[in-house]
């Protein structure tokens, strides 16, 4: 690289967030380490991370002077340097909490996983920007989910989940890329069916589901005939489903019927279908099979995939079993930590909470904790409001770029941070079940530290040269 | 560009739920500020001595020694000395190094039993050590100790308490424990005690910050009281040894208090063995062991009285009129009448004492139709529900209310059972007569056959039988246990059933001559509860002396024959150690005690 050095002044706003972040981070880090008074103490979390922060600067400075060239050339290359990182910390990785994700390097531990994801951010840039590369071939498909599912996998592998679901936010990159938004939809609608299956009676379920397919049917019909035919079809199954329930004074499964009432109607409107065909009414026919079959295989994915501790916490988010003694201990006592907080908070130092060590990895997947008992509604809503205008920054300055490997890779940023964000509180305030995720810029950890700094300065470098 | 809109659109709606989620959480709800509070204070609970049992002559049956916990914390276990504790603890390196690889995975804060229960002595030289020995500490704990291994269905045991109990008790807490069966069930409140409390500030790790509130609203423990049992350990002990080997129970009353002198279920168990260490393997072997030593059977097992019943019957007869003291009846080896029973040889005929000498099956098949056959009845239900009366009223078929856990009420057939075993209308007299001879539907537990002892004692009334007879030094039970109970016979009609159970020890032909014993008038009945599934029970209850009696006692030995057979003895001989305090049969001792019943059981 013979490239003089190139500097220019990075967007001033995004890194004057970051700062305010980091400082703010550190406090709440030096917060929860109680007992002791000294500033730098480098056995302490609050010492260390002290150090990691100066290190994660240097580097920033560091990426904004390499060649401007050296990202897009090299992306592949830092993505297999990634997956190695990964292979090797599968096989002689630490385990630290039952997951197997951390590489002891002499002095440093650190965790492959968050390098793998400005990596593979930069893999992703790269492929979906290739000359002539578009996402409507199956073979394109294959290997842009590839790229993702690689690391997704290995760290899988790891059984670190927290880390392996923030590779599934590269969705919203691909949606800007062109994918359509049908998928984030049918995404959207999946987890919903799933929550409110495990929450509510599968009566009310079919039943929803049968009203929505009902309305579309409606609103896309041409003949009121036609509709009417079908629902008296629907109507005569499920008043017989009645009259066989107090007659025969058996215990009747409702969803059933519900369901063969409408399967009833699709096939009576079906046959209409053949005489006026309209798309729209097969996409409601089709909803209404794939949602049902979604509905009844929720059980199965629930009781029979998932491990049991998987199902407590989501139990516990989800309020079906009150537990704050074992799954439902972190999030209780995150929960306490935070609503003790009140509007002003404890004040700096005075948190008993998570200073009494009640929530636990309060320095890192729970800082939040902390922010939230000190600093209280105000800190938070601070706190929310900058990952709120950093994101939109990042999205406002991606869509500038005129290089479209950066505005893919800023998207990348994006993603990643507002799923960490957005996960990462959710679970500190009992929204989602505990994935241990950090918080960026925020938690205590030296690689995340480092990694989140990597991931956002390489995307500040190219904007102040391709902007 | 509407990517990009949408995008944002999603960010701004995932801000803003979280936003309003920290909103309700920390601006509207409350009752977070309030858990918070209670969080970070810590009560750690005083516990209590439990209160020790002494027996009526003030030796003790259940006491509390302390023993330690040798407890790790692994977080600060370094340069384990496996030598050092060899000899410290006295045990062999492997099973040190076992217990040590049990623990040392675990890596979080809490603590973890190193060896359990360990003796005063071995502790001091622990704590001689402890600078030797770091992440390893003790904690206090108190244990159950019985000095003569004895009464252990009598006494009961303590456990720690299981959910259940949590659940339907807000007084216990996890870990806490319980007295199950025995006095330490039916005195748990008294014995328990009451628990402390000092509350102070503390962090998650339990780590002590400061007392709250100074110590303001601390309580203190307040310490189980003791008990006084009415058992003579003494007696208590011999007759546990009388009945070794044999299975049955026996229940000794002093009739003037209806204090428990002694309650012997067979085969018992050391209670000291549900205390120690091995605990649970004990537990454990009790349970799985087919005679039931845990099953308390003088208490929870009705049996049919067999001929001692008739003591009951022929009080009733006298009462109703439709007996007098010097009805005769000739037998001429058995009742003729109905399906017959049989009697076996002895004079005839027979008058009231005499019948009660030679136990006449006839007489009372006799005695017992009449009574139902009785004019002053409207009809045989009538007579037989008046009857049944009266025999509850001699505290059958129903909880005599001992203060012993899992009383048993036993039976005595009624008409609604008549009803609904032969129809109504479909029998007679004659169909149930065997309740004449105390067979049949009917089942009275030995406490029960003590009891009635006890009333022909008393000539009429007895007080309910109790095991305990003061709470502290001088705090009486409940008051209940000091009322007369009368059975509602005339006092004139017990002393020809006295001078009958009197002839039955010493006069010629008399069934329980085993039971005569040098220097004291004994009164006594035999019996023999029939049993469907083997070999007959042996049954025998009595008295003595004769007069101001001292001791009511009721035998039942299971399969082991007639009444007259061991019971008769075992009951001779209980009663004159306690009144003596000496054997003068040492034969028929020696003989008791090498019997083995056991495995005679017949089926």
Redesign the interface.
Same mark, same amino acid.
Not at chain 1, 355 to 358: D, E, G, I, P, T
């Given at each position: 690289m013979r490239d003089r050095i190139e500097f220019k002044t990075p967007d001033l706003l995004v890194v004057l967030i970051y700062l305010v972040l980091v400082t703010f981070g550190w406090l709440n880090i030096y917060s929860t380490q109680s007992d002791t008074l000294e500033l730098f103490d480098f056995s302490k979390k609050h010492g260390t991370q002290f150090l990691w922060a100066v290190i994660s600067i240097f580097t920033a400075v560091v990426v904004m002077i390499i060649s401007k060239r050296f990202y897009p050339v090299f992306a592949n290359h830092i993505y297999i340097i990634a997956l190695s990182l990964l292979i090797l910390t599968l096989m002689i990785g630490t385990e630290v909490k039952s997951s197997k994700s951390w590489l002891d390097v002499g002095l440093i531990r650190f965790q492959p996983s968050e390098i793998a994801k400005f990596a593979t951010s930069l893999a992703l840039a790269k492929l979906l920007n290739k000359y002539g590369f578009k996402l409507n071939t199956i073979v394109n498909w294959l290997k842009t989910i590839a790229v993702i599912a690689l690391p997704m996998g290995l760290i899988l592998l790891q059984k670190d989940w927290g880390s392996a679901l923030v590779f599934m936010s590269f969705i +919203?990159v691909l949606?800007?890329e062109g994918m359509s938004?049908w998928v984030l939809t049918f995404m959207a609608f999946t987890i919903a069916l799933f929550i409110f299956s495990l929450l509510f009676p599968l009566i009310w379920i079919i039943s929803g589901i049968a009203l929505i397919a009902i309305a579309i049917m409606w609103f896309t019909y041409q003949s009121k005939k036609m509709f009417a035919r079908s629902t008296i079809c629907a109507i005569v199954i499920l008043v017989a489903g009645i009259i066989y329930k107090y007659a025969s004074g058996n215990d009747v499964e409702y969803d059933k019927f519900v369901t063969l009432a409408m399967i009833a109607a699709i096939i009576a409107g079906g046959v209409s279908l053949f005489l006026w065909s309209k798309k729209i009414q097969w996409y409601a026919t089709v909803f209404f099979f794939c949602s049902t079959m979604l509905v009844y295989s929720v059980d199965y994915v629930y009781d029979n995939v998932m491990k049991p501790h998987h199902r407590s916490r989501i139990e516990d988010m989800l309020g079906i079993k009150e537990d704050i003694k074992d799954a439902g201990y972190n999030t209780y $006592?995150s929960?306490?930590?935070?609503?003790?907080?009140?509007?002003l908070g404890k004040g700096f130092l005075q948190g008993? $909470?998570t200073? +009494?060590?009640?929530v636990p990895e309060q320095s890192t997947d729970f800082i939040f904790c902390t922010i939230?008992e000190e600093w209280?509604?105000v800190g938070?809503?601070a706190v929310?409001a900058l990952? +709120?205008t950093l +994101?939109?920054r990042l999205?406002v300055l991606?869509?500038r770029q005129k290089l479209p490997f950066a505005r893919t890779y800023g998207?990348c940023v994006?993603s990643i941070i507002?799923f960490h964000f957005?996960v990462n509180?959710?679970m500190t305030?009992g929204?989602a079940p505990v994935i241990g995720i950090p918080l960026p810029f925020v938690s205590a950890g030296g690689s995340s530290l480092w990694s989140f700094t990597v991931l956002l300065f390489i995307f500040l470098k190219m904007d102040s040269i391709y902007k | 560009m509407y990517a990009q809109r949408n995008i944002i659109i999603i960010v701004v709606t995932v801000a803003g739920i979280l936003l309003i989620r920290l909103f309700f959480l920390q601006v509207i709800d409350e009752s977070y500020k309030i858990t918070a509070a209670n969080n970070a204070m810590r009560y750690d609970v005083e516990y209590p001595a439990r209160g020790i049992i002494y027996d009526r002559n003030g030796k003790i049956l259940v006491e509390n020694i302390t023993t330690y916990d040798i407890m790790i914390a692994p977080r600060e276990l370094k340069d384990v000395d496996t030598a050092e504790l060899c000899s410290t603890f006295q045990l062999s390196v492997d099973e040190v190094k076992n217990i040590l690889k049990s623990i040392g995975k675990k890596r979080d804060f809490r603590s973890f039993p190193f060896l359990k229960q360990v003796a005063p002595e071995r502790y001091a030289v622990f704590r001689e050590r402890a600078d030797r020995f770091h992440g390893f500490y003790s904690v206090v704990r108190t244990m159950r100790q019985y000095p003569r291994n004895i009464g252990g269905n009598v006494l009961g045991y303590i456990q720690e308490v299981d959910t259940s109990v949590v659940n339907r008790n807000p007084y216990y807490k996890s870990g806490d424990y319980i007295g199950v069966s025995g006095i330490e069930e039916s005195y748990e409140n008294v014995l328990r005690g009451k628990k402390g409390v000092s509350i102070s500030l503390r962090d998650s790790r339990n780590r002590f910050v400061e007392p709250f509130e100074n110590g303001r609203r601390d309580t203190a423990a307040i310490p189980g009281k003791n008990l006084i049992s009415s058992i003579d350990s003494d007696l208590q002990e011999y007759v546990q040894m009388l009945m070794q080997n044999k299975l049955g129970s026996v229940v000794a009353i002093e009739p003037s208090t209806g204090e428990i002198l002694a309650l012997v279920s067979s085969p018992t168990f050391n209670p000291a063995i549900l205390s120690g260490v091995n605990r649970q393997q004990n537990y454990a072997e009790l349970t799985l062991n087919p005679d039931k030593p845990m099953f308390n059977r003088a208490i929870m097992s009705p049996q049919p009285p067999g001929s001692t019943f008739k003591l009951v019957n022929g009080l009733i007869g006298l009462d109703e009129g439709t007996l007098t003291p010097s009805t005769s009846y000739s037998c001429s080896g058995h009742y003729p009448y109905g399906r017959g029973v049989g009697c076996h040889g002895h004079i005839s005929p027979v008058n009231f004492k005499q019948s009660i000498m030679v136990s006449c099956n006839s007489y009372y098949c006799y005695a017992f139709r009449n009574i139902l056959e009785n004019k002053k009845y409207a009809s045989v239900d009538e007579a037989l529900t008046a009857w049944r009366e009266k025999v509850m009223r001699f505290g059958f078929a129903r909880q005599l209310g001992v203060d012993l856990p899992n009383e048993k009420a036993g039976i005595v057939a009624s008409k609604k059972l008549y009803d609904r075993y032969y129809g109504v209308n479909r029998w007679n007299p004659l169909s149930i007569i065997s309740l004449a001879i105390g067979q049949g539907e009917i089942g009275a537990t030995t406490l029960q056959l003590a009891n009635m002892a006890s009333i022909v004692a008393n000539k009429g009334f007895y007080y309910i039988p109790h095991i305990v007879k003061l709470v502290g030094d001088d705090e009486q039970i409940a008051p209940e246990y000091y009322q007369k109970q009368y059975c509602g016979i005339d006092e004139s009609y017990f002393e020809h059933s006295i001078e009958g159970m009197h002839l039955a020890t010493t006069g010629m032909g008399g069934t329980a001559w085993r039971a005569r014993v040098p220097n004291i008038d004994v009164c006594g009945k035999t019996g023999t509860s029939q049993n469907p599934h083997g070999k007959n029970h042996s049954v025998f209850v009595c008295f003595a002396p004769k007069y101001d009696p001292k001791i009511a006692v009721a035998v039942l030995v299971e399969n082991s024959g007639a009444g007259g057979s061991y019971a008769a003895p075992i009951a001779s001989l209980v009663l004159e150690k306690y009144l003596t305090g000496k054997t003068s049969r040492t034969d028929v001792e020696q003989w008791i005690l090498n019997m083995n019943l056991l495995n005679s059981s017949g089926i």
């Open positions: +919203l949606y800007r938004g $006592q929960k306490v930590a935070i609503g003790s907080g009140g509007f008993t $909470q200073k +009494l060590n009640f939230g209280g509604f938070s809503f929310i990952y +709120l +994101l939109i999205l991606a869509e998207y994006v507002f957005a509180i959710a305030v929204l | -």
